[in-house]
């Protein structure tokens, strides 16, 4: 049988003779893809097309071509979900992209894209196409997954700036062509007698490719004596999985027993970061006289060290029975690739070095090579590694301490900072992880906040508020008092400069004070186009000035949103006395909610979208702004104007309490 494998864009395949189509067979799942991932893609495609490269490689696609009259029918059964993100994407940005979207058969213009005996995913493919709206599908389950990515989609350019100068429909003209023409995934054509079992076994089987940070971690060794490798080997690991925390790592991929890694905290010094565990010098010394009492394993090679698990397979736990107590499930809101970038950027900065010009996953061998990896002799090389590995372990044990994570709740994930404690039971100790604490919630809300306003493959505010916690040790409630002061001149200033530049500055001089705009800014009449931070902001300033003064508040947790509501609506379709007019596209008149509330608020007239949300927020706060705004009976020009003035006095006089200056 014969495999066909061709490296293809969007524009080659509208291109072909005979009209290409592609179905998603029944056995294959619904689209799944969840907003961090259709982000990922989005600020990646964007990224690519605004540094001017001249291929974006989006990955594979398994197709099976399926006997038909006319034109070339192919079933999908690797790369879907990617493969229909994109298919979306064409409906979102249009303009060059619009030929992808459909195919003419027998003068019918139908969907390029459809899904077997899946007739309501069909219709809303279709109404994508079409423009229509089907107020039948609104609540679909089957297509919620696709209509919240659309909304992320549409939503792009309210959470990320435009380059100066370059005007929103230029900048999508662009990008439409840049992702028809540049943007390529290798398409594989398996024949339609294939024996889809097999063929599933090997997809299912196939060997995971060896990541980017895993060849770094062996250029880092491979700088380092043989006697040095093992210890080090042991801080990168336990550094490596993202999704454990940090003693645990260094228990699981050590000889150290858990009650050796308890034993490395000081409960008298716990508050001011000063414990052993802490520092990567007192970690190094204890794995070295551990190590020492292992002598009988033999020497481990650089390749041994890269490929097995833990380190080599010999530095495993003493006991392995023994577990570090109060387990808490948690996922980080950053990849390791990340983390290694945002490090990178302040060892060049400790080094008196250039900053990197971008963060981004894809490049981090690139990145590294060129800003990490430069001229330098034998032994020079050798104390660079050492350094950046050291600085790795601190500035991580830094983030488990004080960064939120995602935390397992039962039925949600929840951002929560999750603090290390150590305890002593029959005179053994103990490390756990809690809850945070009353002191820590500002700390970790304002966190969660910029997680969800920031471009995520990114998040550059990670990178001084870690350098400011590792070089200026204080009590936590400092660090929080300097994140309220860089969100607020980094992100709501005058500023000048990429988002890249101004973070570097912050680490430069992290007391900066620029002139705030969101007078200016917030007076504008921006509508469904407003920068949705504006509004992430608002609601931390509300919870900040006002928690106490209700407890339904104080528990406010962010959640994602991505689609701007008219309190009073644009096209109302019932009689409505709450009109408002002059206010309508203005800040007073506006929330941000979810796309899935923006459907099933729609363009009802004020009262019902007031008691439906009552009726869903009776225990606790979805949008703090809107609890604001429905805590009025009526709606208006007067009442938004007075709504716009009081949320301006609000981040005016939240701004005035960032006077105090704490070093």
């Not at 002061?485 to 200033?493: A, E, K, N």
Request: with cysteine; glycine share 4%; hydrophobic share 40%.
């Amino acid at each position: 049988m014969a495999y066909d494998s061709q490296l293809i864009s969007l524009a080659e395949i509208v291109g072909k003779e005979e009209a290409w189509t592609f179905n998603i067979p029944i056995y294959q799942r619904l689209y799944v893809w969840g907003t961090d991932e259709v982000k990922t893609l989005l600020d990646d495609l964007v990224n690519a097309y605004e540094r001017g490269e001249e291929l974006f490689f989006l990955g594979g696609t398994l197709v099976v071509d399926q006997p038909c009259d006319r034109g070339r029918k192919f079933e999908l059964i690797d790369g879907q979900q990617r493969f229909t993100t994109l298919w979306m994407l064409c409906h979102v940005w249009r303009r060059s992209l619009e030929s992808f979207l459909t195919v003419t058969e027998d003068r019918q213009i139908l969907p390029r894209l459809g899904f077997a005996i899946r007739p309501t995913v069909n219709r809303y493919l279709k109404s994508l196409v079409f423009t229509e709206h089907d107020g039948e599908e609104e609540t679909a389950r089957e297509t919620q997954k696709m209509r919240e990515a659309v909304a992320t989609m549409e939503a792009l350019f309210k959470r990320r700036s435009l380059p100066d100068g370059v005007s929103l429909e230029e900048h999508l003209e662009g990008l439409s062509r840049f992702v028809f023409e540049k943007v390529k995934l290798v398409l594989t054509v398996v024949p339609s007698e294939t024996d889809l079992n097999k063929l599933f076994e090997v997809i299912n089987n196939r060997g995971v490719q060896l990541q980017h940070h895993e060849i770094l971690k062996a250029r880092m060794l491979d700088a380092l004596s043989e006697e040095e490798r093992r210890a080090y080997a042991v801080l990168w690991d336990s550094c490596a999985d993202m999704g454990e925390f940090l003693e645990r790592g260094l228990a699981a991929n050590s000889p150290l027993r858990a009650k050796d890694v308890a034993q490395l905290c000081d409960p008298g010094m716990m508050a001011r970061d000063a414990e052993p565990l802490a520092k990567a010098g007192a970690v190094l010394d204890q794995l070295n006289i551990t190590v020492q009492g292992q002598r009988s394993a033999d020497a481990l090679g650089l390749d041994e060290i890269l490929i097995s698990p833990g380190v080599g397979g010999e530095l495993k736990n003493v006991n392995d029975e023994e577990r570090l107590e109060g387990t808490t499930w948690m996922r980080s809101i950053i990849g390791f690739p990340m983390f290694l970038q945002h490090t990178l950027r302040i060892w060049l900065f400790r080094e008196r070095r250039p900053d990197l010009p971008r963060i981004l996953d894809r490049e981090l061998l690139q990145l590294f090579e060129t800003h990490f990896f430069y001229d330098a002799t034998d032994s020079e090389q050798s104390e660079r590694c050492r350094s950046f590995i050291k600085l790795l372990w601190e500035l991580r044990y830094l983030f488990d301490k004080h960064f939120i994570k995602w935390i397992d709740r039962g039925e949600e994930e929840i951002h929560m900072i999750s603090p290390l404690s150590l305890s002593t039971s029959d005179g053994v100790p103990n490390l756990s992880r809690g809850r945070e604490s009353e002191k820590q919630q500002g700390f970790g809300l304002l966190q969660s906040m910029l997680y969800h306003s920031q471009e995520i493959t990114t998040h550059y505010w990670i990178t001084p508020l870690l350098n400011f916690i590792h070089k200026t040790p204080q009590e936590p409630h400092n660090y929080y008092e300097y994140l309220r002061h860089l969100d607020t001149y980094l992100l709501g200033s005058t500023i000048e400069g990429s988002l890249i530049e101004r973070t570097r500055s912050f680490v430069e001089k992290p007391w900066a004070r620029y002139e705030l705009k969101h007078k200016r800014e917030l007076r504008k009449e921006h509508g469904v186009s407003f920068w949705h931070y504006w509004f992430y902001k608002l609601e931390f300033v509300l919870w900040y000035l006002r928690r106490s003064e209700n407890s339904k508040w104080r528990d406010f947790r962010f959640t994602a949103k991505n689609s701007v509501e008219h309190i009073s609506p644009q096209n109302p379709v019932k009689q409505d006395d709450n009109r408002v007019e002059n206010m309508l596209d203005r800040f007073g008149n506006l929330a941000l909610v979810s796309r899935s509330l923006n459907s099933e608020y729609s363009n009802l007239p004020f009262n019902e979208k007031r008691q439906k949300f009552i009726n869903k927020n009776k225990s606790t706060v979805d949008s703090l702004k809107m609890s604001v705004i429905y805590g009025h009976e009526t709606w208006n020009d007067a009442l938004a104007k007075a709504h716009e003035d009081a949320m301006i006095s609000a981040i005016d006089e939240y701004a005035a309490s960032l006077k105090l200056r704490f070093v």
